[in-house]
Each structure stands twice: as structure tokens, then as C-alpha cells.
């Protein structure tokens, strides 16, 4: 059982940043893909970002495309999501998730595992 834990999450102002980070445990973290969604208050769950288990694959929603950023940092088992130019919409709680021996994906449904969420709340 692999544990993936948010953090990060806090109350900013519209065109604030924030960056959110997510580790999991375990000794393969390099064999993960990782990525991140999110849910709005009162919304289906939507995917942000992933990235592939060498990092060398990325890819972002196209309603946080150039303003966030999803890297990761294996020797650390860290994934983070760098959030810039934040607006009230990004207001939700966002998940970690991670896939064993995948490329990055944006299918909420084939992560293995899930964290609990971190709130982000962007104030107007």
C-alpha cells in the first residue's frame, strides 16, 4: 500500500501563487506517474496535471495552461504543483494521485492511489 499525502494548501488572494506538494511512500517512487486533480466546490473532480515516472512526460489542463506547472523531484519522492496567477476559479480541493509503472495519464480512474486533499481557496 503506497500513502500519498497533500500539502500546501491555504486561502490567497486572485493572482496569488501557491505550490502544492505531494509525497508517497514507498521505495519506487520513480516507477510512478503522478499527477494531480482537483474538485470545485458543488463540481465533478477534473483533472490539472500529470507527469510521467522520469518527469519526461507533462501535461496540463487546458484551464491552468500557463499558469501552473507540475514537476517532481525523485531522489525526495516529491511531486509538486506549482499554482501562479491564481483566479476564483482554481478554488477547490486538489488530489495527489499515482499510477504504478504508467505513463502520464489524465484518467482519474486508472491512479492506483489517492491522497485526501488539500484545500485551495482564491478570494476576489
Known amino acids: 500500500q503506497v500513502l500519498v499525502t497533500e500539502s500546501g494548501g491555504a486561502s490567497v488572494q486572485a493572482g496569488g501563487s501557491l505550490r502544492l506538494s505531494?509525497?508517497?511512500?514507498?521505495?519506487?517512487?520513480?516507477?510512478?506517474?503522478m499527477g494531480w486533480f482537483r474538485q470545485p466546490p458543488g463540481k465533478e473532480r477534473e483533472f490539472v496535471a500529470t507527469i510521467s515516472s522520469n518527469g519526461g512526460v507533462r501535461n496540463v489542463s487546458d484551464s491552468v495552461k500557463g499558469r501552473f506547472t507540475i514537476s517532481r523531484d525523485n531522489t525526495k519522492n516529491m511531486v509538486y504543483l506549482e499554482m501562479n496567477d491564481l483566479k476564483a476559479e482554481d478554488t477547490a480541493t486538489y488530489y495527489c494521485v499515482a499510477a504504478w509503472m504508467s505513463g502520464a495519464r489524465v484518467d482519474g480512474s486508472t491512479y492506483d492511489y489517492w491522497g485526501r486533499g488539500t484545500q485551495v481557496t482564491v478570494s476576489s
Do not use: N, V
Open 22 to 33: 505531494c509525497t508517497a511512500s514507498g521505495r519506487h517512487f520513480s516507477s510512478y506517474a
